[in-house]
């Protein structure tokens, strides 16, 4: 099985930064690729970045240009550098590990960013 952890959330204000952390445990070689996603009170989840095996990174466009993807493999753990903080980035930010058989999941990081 796989684990996922994260870490890094809080409370900043806008114009802040802060960066989250996913530690990954048990069988990761079965990953195909790291995601952030994020999801706000009555909204659905979306995707904030990815990253791949092969090192290609994906974002959306509400975050390009403030937000970097990144993972240390010595570690085991992907981040989510998270720059220039606004309010509609509030939202609980979650960890996901793409598998040929299915998506694992962290428990969340609350990421609240205050005007």
């Known amino acids: 099985q796989v684990q996922l952890v994260e870490s890094g959330g809080g409370l900043v204000q806008a114009g802040g930064s802060l960066r989250l952390s996913c530690l990954a445990s048990?069988?990761?070689?079965?990953?195909?690729?790291m995601g952030w996603y994020r999801q706000a009170p009555g909204k659905q989840r979306e995707l904030v970045a990815v990253i791949t095996t092969g090192g290609s990174r994906n974002y959306a466009d509400s975050v390009k240009g403030r937000f970097t993807i990144s993972r240390d493999n010595a570690k085991n753990t992907v981040y989510l550098q998270m720059n220039s903080l606004k309010p509609e980035d509030t939202a609980v930010y979650y960890c996901?590990?793409?598998?040929?058989?299915?998506?694992?999941w962290g428990q969340g990081t609350q990421v609240t960013v205050s005007s």
């Open positions: 996901n590990g793409r598998r040929g058989w299915g998506d694992v």
């Open positions: 048990g069988n990761i070689l079965s990953i195909n690729a």
